[in-house]
DNA sequence: AAGTGGTCTAGACCACTTA
DNA sequence: AAGTGGTCTAGACCACTTG
């Protein structure tokens, strides 16, 4: 028995979908607040337990809401991480031994875990612009506050890091840049391509998203002073978890 | 009758997913492709409807497919414009009478419409960032290949622009920047935010989202030489439009 | 006219969380 | 033990697109 099926009115699931948001986006309901589950939707509006589902899918699926199992479904928190995208990569930062990572969190924990280095064959794309067609690549990912927040591979031509420390776990004080520094090839210019898009399943997991969560595809290309590419590093990040910043003169 | 329920495989809808992902992923499956629909996948796997519907609705949510009713669900295209953030804002491009768009869309044709131009009070943020109680708004949509891309809105102080061309639909020869530059209060230096998340409802219906595509918003504030933020201007971005390039030094 | 996706009902069983 | 969200079936009517 729909309502009034003839009439101009969006669906009974989005019409209830439209008042959750309305009072989420006007702090009617609060940061972990918990939502009217399935069962209750149901009894107020006389709908089957399918539509129940389908106005609370819009609201998970917008990033608005995250559901919990047995539990309900609960307003989403958002508590983003400042990442400084020309300041933080300026040589006084990795120049003093410093790791990157430093200037963005102020002070909260981060952990790096699944670090992962190889010799391989390099992807096509990042071939062309290392000039290379091996390379040695760092996987790992970034956590804080106990939650992982990002994904990061970077790529470096073979012939030029071949038995230096960036083949190695512990790459020393300062980090890879510092050790590109040592092989006279420091860094001196950076390109980053910055895209959005929903995740893949792995990246999924890998990042513990929550569904209605983009993540943040940052594509970093370092050139030395004399403009050779010697670093690729593909950044996927926790969309909710990020606000960059980028600073620049007229 | 579930297939083997205690299995600890994925559930069905799942599986039909990864199927068709992996197609798509490995260009099986090409750009603008038709997907098998509702009624094909029922009589393949043997479910029913709704079932189907879920397998197709997780492709749809991943921007991986888009749904046309009345004719099926087929693979979703790219062709993202390239923007550049550092570059593009160079004194010279404005200095000279050019629009700032003409700089990312390589001849590519593009419009504006919906331009509106108000006094109004100012956000609470806004307000406080631009040091005004008061500001004046223009808000546009730029569109691309006939596809609208883009929704800005730009604050200036109320006491600053006042009785100037920025007060009015045409701004004149490069822009609002140059007509700053009038009035002694030439942006020297930029600062951009940038976040992305998934889109409200205004912004899917002004942008002609299909589902699961993330907006990226962009934050800029214009500063002059000596500090003074003279312009707050928020873009909202189709993601899958953009890839965005910051360039920077060491 | 036939096929497609969009919405909805009325059930069912399950795994998980909370008390 | 009760309540919650997760998955699934088997129907139905609708609006829309295509041949």
Redesign the pocket.
């Known amino acids: 028995?729909?309502e009034s099926?003839?009439s101009n009115e969006p669906?009974?699931?989005?019409r209830i979908a439209d008042g959750l948001r309305a009072a989420i986006l006007s702090g009617e309901l609060r940061d972990g607040d918990r939502l009217p589950?399935?069962?209750?939707l149901m009894a107020e509006y006389?709908?089957?337990?399918?539509?129940a589902?389908?106005a609370l899918s819009v609201l998970i699926n917008e990033g608005l809401a995250v559901?919990?199992?047995?539990?309900?479904?609960y307003v989403r928190r958002f508590k983003p991480i400042r990442r400084h995208g020309s300041r933080r990569l300026a040589r006084d930062q990795w120049g003093r031994g410093q790791a990157i990572w430093d200037s963005d969190t102020r002070g909260r924990p981060y952990t790096v875990d699944g670090l992962r280095v190889a010799r391989e064959p390099a992807p096509d794309d990042v071939a062309a612009i290392l000039a290379a067609s091996e390379i040695w690549v760092r996987r790992r990912r970034y956590s804080v506050d106990e939650r992982p927040v990002q994904l990061a591979t970077s790529y470096f031509p073979a012939d030029l890091v071949e038995g230096t420390p960036i083949t190695l776990p512990d790459t020393g004080p300062g980090g890879v840049y510092a050790r590109l520094g040592d092989l006279g090839q420091a860094p001196a210019h950076f390109t980053e391509e910055v895209q959005a898009r929903m995740p893949q399943p792995e990246e999924v997991t890998a990042l513990e998203l929550p569904a209605g969560t983009p993540v943040v595809v940052v594509r970093r290309t370092a050139y030395t002073a004399g403009g050779t590419a010697v670093e690729v590093n593909i950044m996927t990040l926790d969309a909710a978890s990020y606000v960059l910043q980028y600073d620049f003169d007229a």
Chains 1, 2 share one sequence.
């Open positions: 028995m729909s099926p003839v669906p009974i699931y989005r589950g399935e069962n209750a006389g709908i089957a337990r399918a539509t589902r389908q559901p919990k199992r047995g539990s309900g479904v």
